[in-house]
């Protein structure tokens, strides 16, 4: 049995012009209903604004060694299109969570970057819910520390997404 690649499947699924064209003609509407190729605000094209705006997201709660805990409510300004947490913004904020824990373990001399993360969206948060960030420590070496961020809904406890995330550390220069 040959096989086929994905790419061949659709092309040969949308050969027909016509279906092609309304296909497309689909795709575009969803996007224009979603707000692309939209201008934004002038406000909102300053440089740091995402930055600014998840900071003003985020309470920290407690910072221990290896861990840290914050809370978020999620407010109309960072949500999608069907009015639940925008995904963008959990990244941000889990990336920020991250490194802030990592923070925690490394020393400040050391540069710190993030090599790897991936987010898990388990289910979607909808306006005015309560979260709870959670970040802590996995594993710390001398050049590598990995990182996991957990989300849930104050009161219930029910985990919504969850974030892994890897951090490379450069060596200290010995001159």
Same mark, same amino acid.
């Given at each position: 049995?040959?096989?086929? +690649?994905?790419?061949?499947?659709? $092309? +040969?699924? /949308? ?18 209903r979603l707000g692309a190729s939209k201008d ?12 600014? #705006?998840? $900071? ?12 840290? =805990?914050?809370?978020?409510? %999620?407010? $109309? ?11 963008g913004t959990v990244a941000g904020v889990a990336?920020?969570?991250?490194? /802030?824990?990592?923070?925690?373990? =490394? ?9 790897? #993360?991936?987010? +898990?969206?388990?289910? /979607? ?7 709870? %960030? ?19 809904? $104050? ?9 892994? /995330? ?10």
């Open positions: 049995m040959a096989s086929t +690649s994905s790419s061949s499947l659709i $092309r +040969s699924s /949308a050969s027909n012009t016509d279906e092609w064209n309304l296909r497309k003609k689909y795709v575009e509407g969803f996007l224009q934004l605000p002038e406000t909102h094209q300053k440089k740091g604004f995402v930055s600014d #705006m998840m $900071r003003n997201l985020l309470k920290v709660d407690r910072i221990e060694r290896g861990r840290i =805990v914050c809370h978020l409510t %999620v407010k $109309r300004l960072v949500t999608n299109a069907y009015g639940t947490f925008h995904g990336e920020l969570v991250a490194t /802030a824990c990592a923070r925690t373990v =490394v020393d400040e001399d050391r540069e710190l970057f993030l090599g790897e #993360m991936s987010l +898990s969206y388990l289910s /979607a948060s909808a306006i005015n819910v309560e979260l709870e %960030v959670d970040g802590c420590i996995v594993k710390s070496g001398r050049n590598v520390t990995t990182t996991s961020v957990e989300f849930r809904v $104050r009161g219930t406890n029910k985990v919504v997404y969850t974030a892994h /995330a890897t951090f490379f550390t450069a060596p200290v220069s010995k001159l």
